[in-house]
């Protein structure tokens, strides 16, 4: 069984660009969620994918998108990056019909903005 | 809104020391509780969980209990090791809209 997967393991992107995170679910799981762990802090929900549809916002802006593929992998885009968006993205895949909703986690991609 | 609140760390201990690392909770209905576990450069590992009052999780030695009374899940080892030191998050999932919400994290470190 293969576990949750995060690409690229590190990135670096100055203040303006755009960037593309990739998660690979694993095998059996149909849900995605993405959470932003800045530094020294716990990770915060930004959004959740079912179905290839949105399922699910925390409190970050638009510039903050998302897709889900039919193979359930998945994508983080952030537009018009700030300094403030330099955190451990984290990656976590689930099977939505389980009762506790347990997420297993990647290893995350660490997003430097100069 | 839903919220995790831990002890402030960092928390220094020696090896076979006893381990309490404090969690609050405050939520709307019941939800299921977690402590995660993240080593150095590494994601979040799954260390424990409970899913109902009075549950009781337990993993590699640590152990955790639901007290809605307290709304409570305090983490607890009898004897550490310096495999332990690490930072330690406490979650709840809220059911309403399928997310984790965690707290600020603890780190611990073990001294042989």
Same mark, same amino acid.
């Given at each position: 069984e293969t576990g949750v997967t995060q690409s690229p393991t590190h990135l670096i992107k100055t203040r303006g660009q755009q960037v593309t995170l990739r998660c690979s679910s694993q095998s059996g799981h149909n849900t995605v969620s993405w959470y932003q762990q800045a530094l020294g802090q716990g990770p915060q929900f930004i959004f959740q994918y079912y179905r290839e549809e949105e399922n699910g916002r925390g409190n970050f802006p638009p510039r903050f998108s998302g897709l889900q593929f039919?193979?359930?992998?998945?994508?983080?885009?952030?537009?018009?990056?700030?300094l403030d968006d330099s955190a451990l993205y984290l990656c976590a895949s689930s099977f939505v019909a389980a009762y506790y909703n347990e997420q297993f986690f990647g290893p995350g991609t660490r997003l430097t903005v100069l | 809104g839903n919220s995790v609140t831990q002890m402030e760390g960092p928390v220094t201990l020696s090896e076979e020391a006893?381990?309490?690392?404090?969690?609050? &909770?405050?939520?709307?209905? &019941?939800?299921?509780?977690?402590? &995660?576990?993240q080593y150095p450069g590494e994601g979040l590992q799954l260390l424990l969980k409970a899913t109902k009052a009075d549950d009781k999780g337990s993993n590699k030695g640590f152990e955790a209990t639901y007290r809605k009374e307290t709304t409570s899940f305090h983490l607890e080892k009898g004897s550490v090791q310096v495999s332990d030191s690490a930072v &330690?998050?406490?979650?709840?999932?809220?059911?309403?809209?399928?997310?984790?919400?965690?707290?600020?994290?603890?780190?611990l470190t073990i001294n042989p």
């Open positions: 039919p193979n359930y992998s998945s994508e983080l885009n952030v537009n018009a990056l700030e | 006893f381990l309490t690392i404090n969690c609050t &909770y405050t939520a709307t209905g &019941y939800p299921s509780l977690f402590w &995660y576990v &330690y998050f406490c979650a709840l999932v809220d059911q309403g809209a399928q997310k984790l919400v965690f707290g600020q994290g603890t780190r």
